[in-house]
């Protein structure tokens, strides 16, 4: 995503760079990560089979919102094999961001075992619907693209927290009888991790060359598209999700752009090069109409409810 910001060369140097932080924080993540298992907590007592009793939309009422959440939810996650693809794509056999991108995918994969089963057993969603859209999706393989490793770790670092706060919000509007909550909070717990661990690499990289990652984040933070392009309906979803109070600018804003960006501690950087110094003005300019885009995004909610 995004024009060349970066210099190819200098990314290089920097992944080159990022092997030991990147080892440490895997090593972080084994210690912290709980296993766990996405079958336990399936209420398959409530599942039926299919072949004898047809789904329709009155066996577990859920507000359009609540739908295009669970739906975007678990075809991100199966779309996984993707992400994974582009990321690794620029690093090396030996690097340790090989060994991380391998445990992140067989995670998301859990994700995408614990919701599906989930909708199966519950009848959330049409189950014939969200395996048309995810053969339509996966068929297509549509990822944001980067045009350098420090704009995909800045990528990712604000997606997986947009992410977990998706997850977490979707389970509270749902029932804790059917134990939605309790799966969409699990899975938010390790999408908190996967942000740690990609947030303290863009830090270790802002050590390492600020210039770079300040452009990087400004760069990625201007086009930010939360993953699920290729989801068909992607837009019209997005909206739901929005207007539901799940996701949208509002809390792209509070919840990950402005907490992220004062970990990072963006605006007390120094000794910035003349490039990356405008691209800090700009950030502040992109945060400005952020801001305004989030008040018209609650206005719209307001009226509507009103
Ligand atoms: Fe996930
Ligand atoms: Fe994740």
């Not at 912290?32 to 336990?40: R, T």
Request: aromatic share 8%; charged share 25%.
């Amino acid at each position: 995503m995004g024009s060349l910001t970066v210099n190819p060369a200098k990314d290089c140097a920097l992944v080159e760079e990022l092997a030991g932080p990147a080892a440490g924080l895997f090593n972080r993540h084994l210690s912290v990560s709980k296993e766990w298992y996405p079958f336990e907590d399936i209420p398959w007592g409530d599942a039926t089979d299919f072949a004898e009793e047809a789904w329709n939309a009155q066996q577990y009422p859920l507000s359009q919102g609540v739908q295009s959440a669970i739906i975007v939810n678990v075809l991100t996650e199966d779309n996984l094999p993707y992400y994974t693809h582009t990321l690794l794509s620029p690093i090396k056999e030996d690097h340790p961001l090989r060994e991380w991108s391998r445990r992140w995918t067989a995670e998301e994969w859990r994700h995408s075992a614990a919701i599906r089963d989930w909708i199966l057993a519950t009848r959330a969603i049409d189950p014939y619907r969200l395996e048309d859209d995810r053969m339509a999706q996966m068929s297509k393989g549509q990822v944001p693209e980067s045009d350098s490793v420090a704009e995909m770790i800045a990528y990712v670092s604000f997606q997986e927290l947009a992410t977990q706060v998706a997850h977490r919000n979707t389970g509270q509007a749902l029932d804790k009888t059917r134990r939605g909550k309790k799966i969409m909070s699990k899975i938010a717990g390790d999408e908190g991790l996967h942000h740690a661990f990609y947030r303290d690499l863009v830090l270790a990289a802002l050590e390492i060359d600020p210039s770079t990652m300040m452009m990087a984040i400004q760069s990625e933070l201007r086009n930010f598209k939360m993953p699920g392009t290729g989801i068909p309906g992607f837009t019209r979803h997005e909206e739901a999700i929005a207007l539901a109070g799940i996701f949208g600018a509002q809390q792209f804003l509070d919840a990950v752009v402005k907490p992220t960006l004062s970990y990072w501690r963006i605006f007390d950087l120094e000794d910035l090069s003349a490039e990356a110094d405008q691209a800090r003005e700009k950030m502040s300019r992109n945060l400005a109409g952020l801001t305004r885009l989030a008040a018209a995004q609650q206005a719209r909610i307001a009226a509507m409810q009103a």
